[in-house]
Nanobody, 125 residues
Framework: QVQLVESGGGLVQAGGSLRLSCVAS????????MGWFRQAPGKERDFVVA???????DHADSAKGRFTISRDNAKNTVWLQMNSLNPEDTAVYYC???????????????????WGQGTQVTVSS
């Protein structure tokens, strides 16, 4: 059973930065596609950014130029570096994983088998 544990959330002022981490255990991390999603109160869970097992990345329009995803397979870890944060970025951020050298659309939440518990990010104006 794969477990994902996020950390790094918190309260930050507009214009600030945060770095989220997601550590995976229990599987073959190097074969996973990894994604970050977020869910604001009363809204659906939205795609933010993803990275394939081979290192190719995909960003939602809201994340382009501000957010960066990276991974270290030796550490079973994926990071989300978030810069130039604004209040609209306030949400619970979830890490997700799909196994087996997945080559499909990582923007679709339904493609992911494993999810973390989420970490709260709050951006004050």
């Amino acid at each position: 059973q794969v477990q994902l544990v996020e950390s790094g959330g918190g309260l930050v002022q507009a214009g600030g930065s945060l770095r989220l981490s997601c550590v995976a255990s229990g599987g073959a991390f190097s074969s996973y596609g990894m994604g970050w999603f977020r869910q604001a109160p009363g809204k659906e869970r939205d795609f933010v950014v993803a990275i394939t097992w081979s290192g190719r990345t995909d960003h939602a329009d809201s994340a382009k130029g501000r957010f960066t995803i990276s991974r270290d397979n030796a550490k079973n870890t994926v990071w989300l570096q978030m810069n130039s944060l604004n209040p609209e970025d306030t949400a619970v951020y979830y890490c997700a994983a799909v196994e087996g050298f997945y080559s499909g659309n990582l923007r679709r939440s339904g493609e992911y088998r494993y999810w973390g518990q989420g970490t709260q990010v709050t951006v004050s104006s």
